[in-house]
C-alpha cells in the first residue's frame, strides 16, 4: 500500500550545533565555579593585603593553616577562608594627619530631616560641626540611599539627604559633616540576608541585647560599609564615623567567623574589617573615624570585643569614645600613647552629655532645643 504523503512525512534533520555551544557554555561556567570556590581556601589575609597561596606553587612548604595548627589543620580540610594572626606593629600609620578640631552637635537618628538638620546647625554657637546618625542598629537608613544592597533589601530611607547637605553648606560654608554608620549590630540585614549574620558555635545567628550581629569578616558586609560612605562622600560630608567596629563583648570561642584566625579571632576579624573599609575609601576625600568602647581604649582584659586601639589609631583619622566631661582625660591619655601621627587633641573625640569638656574636640549628645 503506498505512503501517503500528506500523513506520513519524514524526520527532518535537525541542526546539532545549537545543542553543542550550549553544553559547553555549560561546562565553562561549572568549571569557572569549581576553580572560584577550590580557590577560596587558599586565600590569606594579612595585615599588608590578601595573597593566593597555592600548594603547588609552595613546594614542600606546609600551608598557613597546617603551620599555625589552626581549625582547617586540625580537621584535616581547608574549608574555610584563614585569616593570619595580626601583628599590630606591621601595620603601617597612615591615618591622623591634618585634622582641624571638631565641636559637633550630634543629631539623633528621627532627627535627620532638612528641618532638623537646619534646627541643629542653628545651635552651632559653640560649634563647628554636626554628626548625623544615618544607620542605626536597626540597619534602617536615614537617607533615600542608592546603594544596591540597601534598595535590594528595602533598607533606604526616604530623607533626600544630598539637597539637605547642599543647603546646609550653601548657608553655612565651613560646617565640617560627619556622618554616623553602624556597622556590625544591623537587625533588619541579618533577619534579611542571613549569610551576612555572625553565627555562633551552632550555626544559629548571634544576638544579644544591642541587637543581631554581622560578621566582621564577610566580604560583602565590608563593601556594603565602604559603598554607603563613598555615597556620603559624594554628598559633601566631610567624615565618616563607624560605630559597632566590633564583635560582641563576649568569648570569641564560641562564635563562628566565616573566616578563621591563627590568633585572636575576634581581633583579627575587626582589624581586618577596619583595614578593608579604610583602604576602599581611600582617595574618597573623607576622613574615616572610629567609635570605640572605653574598655577598649584603656587594654582592659575584661574586653572581648575585638577592638585594639593600637590598631584603632593606626587605622582611624579620629577615635570618639562615649564619656563624660570629668574623665575623658584618661581615655584621651590611653590613646595618645599610640599617637603616632598628627596631634591627640584632635584625634581623640568626646562624646559628652551635659557639660562640655575642656578640650578641643568633642560631640555634645544632648537633644538640645
Known amino acids: 500500500m503506498a505512503r501517503n504523503t500528506e500523513l506520513y512525512k519524514g524526520r527532518k534533520k535537525r541542526h546539532a550545533w545549537p545543542r553543542v555551544v550550549l ?26 593585603g590578601v595573597s593566593l597561596e597555592l600548594p603547588l606553587l609552595a613546594g614542600n612548604t606546609a600551608s598557613p593553616a597546617a603551620e599555625s595548627g589552626g581549625e582547617a589543620a586540625a580537621s584535616g580540610t581547608d574549608a574555610k577562608l584563614v585569616i593570619d594572626q595580626t601583628d599590630y606593629s606591621d601595620i603601617e600609620a ?4 591634618d585634622l582641624t578640631a571638631v565641636k559637633a552637635i550630634y543629631v539623633p537618628f528621627d532627627s535627620v530631616t532638612a528641618d532638623g538638620i537646619t534646627k541643629a546647625a542653628g545651635r552651632l554657637n559653640k560649634g563647628n560641626a554636626l554628626v548625623l546618625e544615618l544607620k542605626t542598629a536597626s540597619g534602617k537608613l536615614a537617607w533615600a ?25 550653601a548657608a553655612k560654608p565651613n560646617v565640617w559633616l ?19 549574620a555572625l553565627k555562633k558555635a551552632d550555626g544559629s545567628a548571634y544576638t544579644d541585647d544591642t541587637g543581631a550581629w554581622l560578621d566582621p569578616t564577610n566580604a560583602e558586609l565590608r563593601t556594603y560599609i565602604a559603598d554607603l560612605a563613598k555615597e556620603l562622600a559624594a554628598m559633601g560630608f566631610d ?98 600613647a599610640f599617637c603616632t601621627v598628627g596631634d591627640i587633641a584632635d584625634r581623640f573625640v568626646p562624646v559628652c552629655s551635659g557639660s562640655l569638656p575642656d578640650t578641643d574636640c568633642w560631640v555634645l549628645a544632648d537633644s538640645g532645643g
Open 239 to 336: 567624615e565618616v564615623l563607624l560605630s559597632q567596629v566590633c564583635g560582641p563583648d563576649t568569648d570569641p570561642a564560641g562564635l563562628a567567623f566565616s573566616a578563621t584566625s591563627t590568633g585572636d579571632a575576634a581581633a583579627s576579624a575587626v582589624t581586618g574589617f577596619s583595614l578593608a573599609v579604610t583602604r576602599a575609601l581611600a582617595g574618597s576625600g573623607v576622613k574615616v573615624s572610629v567609635v570605640a568602647a572605653r574598655a577598649a581604649i584603656s587594654q582592659s582584659a575584661d574586653n572581648h570585643n575585638g577592638q585594639k586601639i593600637e590598631a584603632l589609631m593606626k587605622v582611624f583619622d579620629r577615635v570618639y569614645c562615649y564619656t563624660s566631661a570629668s574623665e575623658y582625660k584618661t581615655y584621651q591619655d590611653d590613646c595618645a
Open 145 to 169: 540611599s542608592a546603594e544596591r544592597e540597601a534598595t535590594a533589601y528595602d533598607l533606604a530611607g526616604s530623607t533626600d539627604l544630598k539637597s539637605a547637605v547642599k543647603a546646609l553648606k
Open 178 to 196: 560627619v556622618g554616623e554608620l553602624c556597622c556590625c549590630v544591623d537587625d533588619l540585614m541579618a533577619e534579611r540576608n542571613s549569610p551576612l
Open 23 to 48: 553544553i559547553v557554555l555549560l561546562v565553562l561556567i561549572a568549571g569557572a565555579l569549581l576553580l572560584f570556590y577550590g580557590l577560596q581556601k587558599y586565600i590569606v589575609y594579612t595585615p599588608s
Open 94 to 97: 597612615t591615618a591622623g594627619a
